[in-house]
């Protein structure tokens, strides 16, 4: 080995030597800033993926609702009040809190589903108004029920 490649050599591992502090501490700087990106990205990834559940779930449950009205035309143009058997009148109740259950899900994916699920609950007022308060459903769902139910002075109630 000539001199000059054993000094090569050697100046290297010097330089890692000399230099070994330096470079560990430049290592944990570099596994901190990736602990702290970390620390700010998989809650965000987690949020995301969480998001992308929910919008899926809400457009299954939005499927199976256009299914359940295909399927049973009957509840969706049902009128509560000419409702006589008592078969009738559940499937009917619950059928409207299908619809309330998907609306809440369509509208919490997006606001924008506000006005197409006012439409179909526009539909069953009746039922609506008969039945007063509505506790178990969200904010969001309450208040669009109280905005429709505005109209439940002007629409038949059952005698």
């Known amino acids: ?3 000059a490649a054993r000094t090569e050599g050697v100046t290297l591992r010097d330089w890692l ?11 944990a700087m570099a596994t901190a800033f990736a602990a702290m990106t970390a620390l700010v990205v998989i809650p965000y990834q987690v949020a995301q993926a969480d998001r992308i559940q929910r919008d899926q779930t809400a457009r299954e449950i939005y ?3 256009l299914n359940l009205t295909v399927q049973k035309p009957e509840l969706a143009n049902a009128d509560y009040c000419a409702l006589k058997d008592p078969g009738q ?3 009917y109740a619950a059928y409207v809190e299908y619809l309330i ?3 809440e899900q369509m509208i919490d994916t ?3 589903w506000r006005t197409p699920m006012a439409s179909y ?3 069953h007022m009746s039922y609506l108004c008969s039945q007063g308060v509505w506790d178990a459903q969200s904010k ?4 669009l029920i109280a905005e429709l139910a505005l109209s439940c002075e002007a629409e038949k109630l059952c005698e």
Do not use: V, W
């Open 1 to 3: 080995m000539t001199p």
């Open 17 to 27: 030597i000399r230099n070994s502090e330096a470079l560990q501490a430049l290592g």
């Open 63 to 65: 499927r199976e609702f």
């Open 89 to 91: 009148t559940t499937a």
């Open 101 to 103: 259950y998907t609306a």
């Open 110 to 112: 997006s606001p924008e």
């Open 121 to 123: 609950l526009g539909d």
């Open 140 to 143: 969001e769902i309450k208040g």
